[in-house]
């Protein structure tokens, strides 16, 4: 790299007045010509750095050694023994032999470059390769990757391509068997779809070759290490404090709640957050397709769905698993995400002694939400009238909680919706808060604020039934409202 960064200076143009050959060359006549060859020949170089598609041949020489060492490596290190070395013996042993390497190639490299050079290769042996760095990057929430030369990350709500690539597609699938492997599933012609995590709890999904066309697709939610608390969203503008403290209140009252939204607008964020407000005492059995909740109570119970073997058996789905959890006997149940038949089983659960269970969904507005639950329970082939369902649907959810992922990147609660009851054949709802958007600034950046509706919700008394610190007599809702 650094020699293209010299490519531009012999682009400049001498100044009129002083020709530099002729101060090295004492006779006259030669000198035009000598002055004319080179300004006529410079500007040819300077093309070189117009892009940084330009940088790649060079990235693309370091990636090729790099998987030249990591092949060397294999060959010279002991496998047997790798697995009795610590992580710390390991990088020593695999920094050593990148230095007899660096140097039978008569390799340039100062000690800085040797260290990140010794560390790429330890992450292609026992990482993810050259996403490895964009795994220990806090500021990115998404790793998407479409085929081996094309990797994009989120950072705060914008997509940005990085220079990062993999080798060819056979080293994209590499790194793609390795995550899978890691928590028992596969993935390959016969089945080319797979969701899976990776140890640190981020989310995994990839799709390959039949159904991905230009090379492995992967797409990464990354865990976060810190889990965002109620305060946290506060403090980032995502609620103000007066419906964090509603729904606080709520989930300790063991009010059954819902949030809804669509993809990558903070659903799993907000589960976690609300779910501080569950009592140490209770035990809670979680049901996830991939394990991602990060929840703090020391009673919880993990269970993960399971996808079928090669011969098409053995598939464990969430709903026997929702059957299972409530045999162990859960306080609450909480639910991932809600995809299909196992609706109807979580609507039993919260139904028959399991009030504040939560679970999410896939819905654009709480009205939405209520209809996707509709279309999954009939999914389970269940003969159940309309107005059975939603009479089912009333009295076991307490709350729909909204949210969005705005067009400048921000996440933030649009809606707390109540759910009230059955009027005819309608399930009856009502807003206690909602998010009204006002303007967009000239840079994206998208004000509103939240307000309250002047409703008073009817889990307020459930509250105050339970002695919960929230001051139930004097709520006005009609008095919340903050800009943002």
């Given at each position: 790299m650094?020699?293209?960064?010299?490519a531009?200076?012999?682009a400049?143009?001498?100044?009129?007045d002083?020709?530099?050959?002729?101060a090295a060359?004492p006779a006259p006549?030669?000198?035009p010509?000598?002055v004319?060859?080179?300004?006529?020949a410079a500007?040819?170089p300077a093309?070189k750095?117009?892009s940084?598609?330009?940088a790649?041949?060079?990235q693309?020489?370091?990636l090729?050694m790099r998987?030249r060492?990591?092949?060397?490596l294999?060959?010279e290190?002991d496998?047997?023994?790798l697995?009795?070395?610590?992580e710390?013996e390991?990088?020593r042993e695999v920094m050593k032999?990148t230095?007899?390497?660096?140097?039978?190639e008569?390799?340039?490299?100062?000690?800085t470059d040797?260290?990140?050079?010794?560390?790429s290769i330890y992450?292609e042996?026992?990482?993810?390769?050259?996403i490895?760095?964009l795994?220990?990057?806090?500021?990115i929430?998404?790793i998407?990757?479409n085929?081996?030369?094309?990797?994009?990350v989120e950072?705060?709500?914008?997509?940005e391509?990085?220079p990062?690539?993999f080798?060819?597609n056979?080293?994209?699938?590499?790194i793609v068997?390795?995550?899978?492997a890691?928590v028992?599933?596969?993935?390959?012609?016969?089945q080319?779809?797979?969701?899976a995590?990776?140890p640190?709890g981020?989310?995994?999904?990839?799709?390959i070759n039949?159904?991905?066309i230009?090379?492995?697709?992967?797409?990464?939610r990354k865990?976060?290490?810190?889990?965002?608390?109620?305060e946290?969203?506060?403090e980032?503008g995502a609620?103000?404090?007066a419906?964090a403290?509603?729904?606080y209140?709520?989930v300790?009252?063991?009010?059954?709640?819902v949030?809804?939204?669509?993809?990558?607008?903070?659903?799993?964020?907000?589960?976690?957050?609300?779910?501080?407000?569950?009592?140490?005492?209770?035990?809670?059995?979680?049901?996830?397709d991939a394990a991602?909740?990060?929840l703090q109570?020391?009673?919880?119970?993990?269970m993960?769905?399971?996808?079928?073997?090669i011969?098409g058996?053995?598939?464990i789905r969430q709903r026997?698993?929702v059957k299972?959890a409530?045999?162990m006997?859960p306080?609450?149940?909480i639910?991932g995400e809600?995809r299909a038949?196992e609706?109807?089983?979580?609507?039993?659960?919260m139904?028959t002694?399991h009030?504040?269970?939560?679970a999410?969904?896939?819905?654009?507005?709480?009205?939405e939400?209520i209809?996707?639950?509709e279309?999954?329970?009939a999914m389970?082939?269940m003969n159940?009238?309309?107005?059975?369902?939603?009479q089912?649907?009333?009295s076991?959810?307490?709350?729909i909680v909204q949210?969005?992922?705005l067009p400048d990147?921000?996440?933030?609660l649009?809606h707390?919706?109540?759910i009230v009851?059955?009027e005819?054949n309608?399930v009856?709802m009502?807003d206690?808060?909602?998010?009204n958007r006002?303007h967009?600034?000239?840079?994206?950046?998208v004000h509103g604020e939240?307000?309250a509706?002047?409703?008073?919700?009817?889990?307020?008394d459930?509250?105050t039934?339970?002695?919960?610190?929230?001051d139930?007599?004097?709520?006005?809702?009609s008095k919340v409202?903050l800009?943002c």
């Open positions: 650094g020699r293209f960064s010299l531009p200076k012999p400049a143009k001498p100044e009129p002083v020709p530099p050959v002729a060359a006549a030669p000198a010509e000598s004319a060859t080179p300004v006529a500007p040819e093309p750095p117009k940084a598609a330009q790649a041949p060079p693309g020489g370091a090729d998987l060492l990591h092949a060397r294999i060959d290190l496998l047997a023994k697995d009795k070395l610590s710390s390991l990088r032999l230095a007899d390497f660096a140097r039978a008569r390799m340039a490299l100062n000690t040797l260290q990140e050079l010794g560390a992450d042996m026992v990482g993810l390769g050259p490895e760095p795994l220990k990057d806090d500021s929430n998404d998407l990757i085929g081996p030369f094309q990797v994009y950072r705060r709500g914008e997509l391509l990085t990062v690539h080798r060819d056979d080293h994209l699938l590499r068997n390795r995550i899978v890691g028992g599933r596969r993935i390959d012609e016969s080319p779809m797979v969701d995590r990776l640190d981020s989310r995994v999904n990839a799709a039949p159904i991905a230009d090379g492995a697709a992967v797409s990464i865990f976060s290490k810190k889990p965002l608390t109620l946290k969203l506060v980032v609620m103000p404090q419906v403290d509603f729904l209140g709520a300790r009252a063991r009010v059954s709640t949030i809804s939204g669509g993809t990558g607008s903070g659903k799993t964020t907000l589960l976690n957050a609300l779910s501080a407000a569950i009592s140490e005492g209770e035990r809670l059995i979680t049901i996830e991602e909740l990060q109570q020391p009673h919880v119970v993990r993960e769905t399971r996808p079928p073997n011969e058996k053995g598939e026997e698993l299972n409530l045999r006997r306080d609450r149940v639910l809600v038949e609706a109807f089983d979580m609507l039993q659960a139904n002694g009030e504040g269970s939560m999410t969904i896939h819905a654009n507005n709480p009205r939400a209809g996707r639950l279309q999954m329970i389970g082939g159940i009238s309309p107005d059975a369902m939603r089912g649907i009333a076991a959810i307490g709350l949210a969005m992922r990147g921000k996440r933030k649009t707390v919706t109540e009851g059955m005819g309608v009856q009502q206690i808060f909602t998010f006002t967009t600034a000239p840079d994206g950046t939240f307000r509706t002047g409703l008073r919700p009817r889990c307020l459930e509250m039934r339970r002695g919960l610190p929230y139930t007599a004097n709520f006005d809702p409202l800009s």
